[in-house]
């Protein structure tokens, strides 16, 4: 699962059968039998008197014949739901383009049109914004990077809650520094083991997403947010606060910014809340527009190092997210109301297939972290592959491999291929663990 989860790279060698048998203690004869699988598999090219190195099959896995096109719940993301909108937007945006087209198109901060776009939405959120603290990106992950690559040096300290967003946890790792997590509750944020965290470990940077956090759809009560930015201005700790999926809830709206709590104390005399948010979980993932909300001196600091990655993001594209955020309004409860609907369906469909497991539900957020009976979480991911259902294995969420008791499912596909992701997924946990499970009637889809 680690090579099929891009962890272990291609190329890479493997410890010798002693020392990796000693390491795990177990016998020779286990990893001898492992390792004998994994050639049989097409996982590793051995050489005579050399260490094994890690390939991919040239042709896929055997599955079995009655096994489905593959169910892809390895990526949270839903198509537009509103496509007529979308290609308006598109419209739009190519009309508008004609004032653009005698200037050279990089911009490393972004068109006008759209960081007033982006301004106003805070504003009407409770944190005044002037378009002179934006910073348009292409996407979060983008962003994220950016900051990363600005504000760490290799071998820092990066706060973390656990579970997280995993690509926050590659970027961690792409600037050579080092994931802090802070274990979440079953309900949330264990503020006072932040606390601890950070008094005890004084990271130089924390990354928290406090709304519709992913993967566990949880979001951070105003009073919380408080303690929170109280703890990040006492200790002078820089924090990159994830709005991303922000706009994702359902049954009422998230608190203010986190950044507009202890406004004062978080701007001066240093920024310390740098927040980023993205087009592509409110509007579409093909969207590729994010941005950076952060005090100007922040921004021009992250713009020395941007050249190095590009250039400035598309400005059609930027044209049509101004376009979108100004109708968004309009557009996004039709999107709350579908992924509301589908979180309902897979958690019944959970409860009922799969009784043992113990979802974990929040209140808005793109997918399910549900929690297993056992420590299988890896084994799991593997069988429901071969199975035709990609699903990451929970310590793709965490720091050193924990999390194995958790897998995050998410609701964005259709309601037919979540009935039978569930489906496959009852059949791997059967094969994987040799239990039977008595399972209620199946829902009816309409």
């Not at 947010?225 to 991303?244: F, K, L, Q």
């Not at 369906?345 to 497991?357: A, G, N, S, Y």
């Amino acid at each position: 699962m680690l090579i099929v989860d891009g962890r272990l790279p291609v190329g890479a060698q493997l410890p010798s059968e002693r020392t990796l048998a000693e390491a795990l203690r177990v016998s020779r004869t286990t990893v001898t039998s492992a390792y004998h699988q994994l050639r049989d598999d097409g996982y590793l090219h051995a050489r005579r008197g050399a260490r094994s190195t890690i390939v991919l099959p040239s042709a896929p896995a055997d599955v079995p014949a009655d096994a489905p096109a593959t169910i892809n719940l390895a990526a949270a993301a839903l198509p537009t739901t509103g496509a007529a909108a979308m290609q308006e937007a598109f419209a739009a945006a190519t009309a508008q383009a004609a004032g653009h087209l005698q200037q050279s198109g990089h911009d490393l901060r972004g068109i006008a049109a759209l960081r007033d776009a982006i301004a106003e939405r805070y504003c009407a959120r409770g944190l005044p914004t002037d378009p002179e603290q934006i910073m348009v990106t292409s996407g979060a992950q983008h962003a994220i990077g950016l900051i990363m690559t600005t504000c760490l040096r290799p071998g820092d300290r990066v706060l973390v809650e656990q579970p997280t967003y995993h690509g926050a946890l590659t970027a961690i790792a792409a600037a050579d520094a080092r994931a802090v997590p802070v274990p979440m509750t079953d309900t949330g944020w264990d503020v006072d083991g932040l606390h601890a965290a950070v008094r005890q470990l004084a990271p130089s940077l924390a990354y928290l997403v406090p709304d519709n956090q992913n993967p566990t759809g949880f979001t951070m009560p105003a009073a919380d947010r408080d303690r929170v930015t109280g703890i990040i201005a006492a200790s002078r700790t820089r924090v990159i606060i994830d709005e991303t999926m922000t706009d994702l809830w359902f049954e009422k709206p998230v608190p203010p910014p986190l950044a507009a709590f202890n406004r004062a104390a978080l701007t001066a005399p240093a920024d310390l809340a740098i927040t980023v948010g993205s087009m592509s979980k409110s509007f579409w993932a093909g969207l590729r527009v994010g941005w950076i909300r952060a005090q100007p001196s922040t921004l021009a600091a992250i713009r020395a190092v941007r050249p190095a990655v590009d250039l400035g993001s598309s400005v059609i594209d930027q044209l049509a997210a101004a376009w979108l955020l100004q109708r968004a309004d309009d557009m996004l409860p039709a999107r709350r109301d579908i992924l509301r609907t589908r979180q309902a369906l897979l958690i019944d469909l959970v409860r009922r297939e799969l009784p043992d497991w113990l979802p974990l539900p929040g209140g808005g957020g793109m997918s399910l972290w549900v929690r297993l009976p056992a420590p299988v979480s890896t084994a799991l991911c593997a069988g429901a592959s071969r199975l035709g259902v990609e699903l990451p294995p929970g310590p793709r969420f965490g720091v050193d491999g924990t999390l194995e008791r958790f897998v995050r499912i998410p609701y964005t596909l259709p309601e037919e291929q979540l009935v039978e992701a569930v489906r496959l997924l009852g059949r791997a946990w059967r094969a994987v663990t040799g239990t039977a499970v008595t399972a209620g009637p199946s829902p009816v889809v309409v």
